[in-house]
Each structure stands twice: as C-alpha cells, then as structure tokens.
C-alpha cells in the first residue's frame, strides 16, 4: 500500500470485519482488553456438567458479544495487539492512522460510541462535500463562462459589481450567480 489515508484504512478495516462476519460490537469486545479478561473463563457451552471446571464449581454466565454497546474503552495498545492478533495486515503507522480518524477528541482511548461514529462517518459525506455539491455547478458555469467569453476571474466579478463599489457585497455575488444559473448564463 502507497501511503494510505486514515478514511482508506478504515475502509479497509470495515471490509475485513464483513468479511470475518464480525459486528462492530464484536470487533470493539475483541479489542477491549479488560473485557476479555473479564469473561476469559466465560463458557461457550450451555451443559451445566461442566461447573466442576470452573473457579469454586460456579460455571460463568455465557456473554453473548454481540448483546450490547460496551461500556470499557480501547486503548491504542490495545488496538495495535488486537488488529495484529486477528491478522488484519496493518504495520504500525497504519494502526496508528486508523486510531487517528476513530479518536476525534485524541485522549488516546476508543469508546463505543467513538468507534461506531468513526464507521458511520465513512459513509457519510461531509459537511464541505455536501457544500461542494451544492456550489460546484455554479463555479463550473462560472468558469464555463469565463472561457466562453474569454474572462479573467477579475472580470468576472467587475461584472458582478453592479454598483461601481470596486467590491462585490453578498448581495451583488448572489444576484450574479443567480443570473449565471439562468439558461442563458449571462451576467447581464
């Protein structure tokens, strides 16, 4: 891998998880050091027969990992050792990118809540995609525009300064691309 990005690793982590058939809560159990101390002695069978075993011949509740949000937290050791343990492939740097993009407040642990946002996010767009969507017509036409008419930038807007001001205000960029977004796209 060329240096890859946090959001590429994250990807990347995701489609291993679909397809070790691991939920997020699952991959957040297995990572969580104090919880798998916890329940290391938990048994995975239901026969009672087998409480001589066990601690003072109780046999422990089985925890089903994927029942509920966990409480603990994971640290970034923990996430190194527990990514390096499942053989996810991921060297160093790469764990300490995909720590990056999951922690949003840096104070080096992972919460639930943080993981599952961090997930969420990867398909999610942003709050600048979103915008750019949204604004990235209009400058297309503008520059359009501009080639069409053999414009400078500088041009562009001495059209727009409907006032003479020698400054374009809110109100005269507005106005000016909403004339843009007419079928003509002409300015005036």
């Known amino acids: 891998r060329v240096q890859a990005s946090g959001l590429e690793l994250m990807l990347e982590l995701e489609q291993f998880l679909l397809d070790e058939?691991?939920?997020?809560?699952?991959?957040?159990?297995?990572?969580?050091?104090?919880f798998r101390r916890a329940h290391a002695d938990d048994s995975d069978s239901d026969d009672d027969e087998e409480a001589q075993w066990y601690p003072?011949?109780?046999?422990p509740e089985r925890v089903n990992v994927h029942a509920e949000e966990p409480a603990g937290t994971i640290?970034?050791?923990?996430l190194r050792k527990g990514l390096t343990h499942l053989?996810?492939?991921f060297d160093e740097?790469?764990?300490?990118?995909?720590?990056r993009f999951m922690d949003p407040n840096s104070d080096g642990e992972l919460s639930y809540p943080e993981v599952k946002d961090a997930f969420r996010k990867?398909?999610?767009k942003t709050e600048a995609e979103l915008i750019e969507e949204k604004v990235g017509g209009i400058l297309i036409r503008i520059?359009?525009?501009?080639?069409?008419?053999?414009?400078?930038?500088?041009?562009?807007?001495?059209?727009?300064?409907?006032?003479?001001s020698g400054a374009v205000t809110g109100d005269e960029l507005i106005?000016?691309?909403?004339?843009?977004k007419e079928p003509s796209g002409k300015l005036r």
């Open 143 to 164: 520059e359009d525009f501009m080639k069409e008419k053999g414009l400078r930038i500088l041009n562009v807007f001495q059209e727009m300064d409907t006032d003479g």
């Open 175 to 180: 106005l000016g691309l909403m004339k843009l």
């Open 75 to 78: 640290s970034a050791l923990e």
């Open 56 to 59: 003072r011949g109780v046999k």
């Open 122 to 124: 990867l398909h999610e």
């Open 21 to 34: 058939n691991i939920s997020v809560i699952k991959w957040f159990n297995l990572m969580d050091a104090s």
């Open 93 to 99: 740097t790469e764990i300490g990118l995909i720590m």
């Open 87 to 89: 053989g996810c492939g």
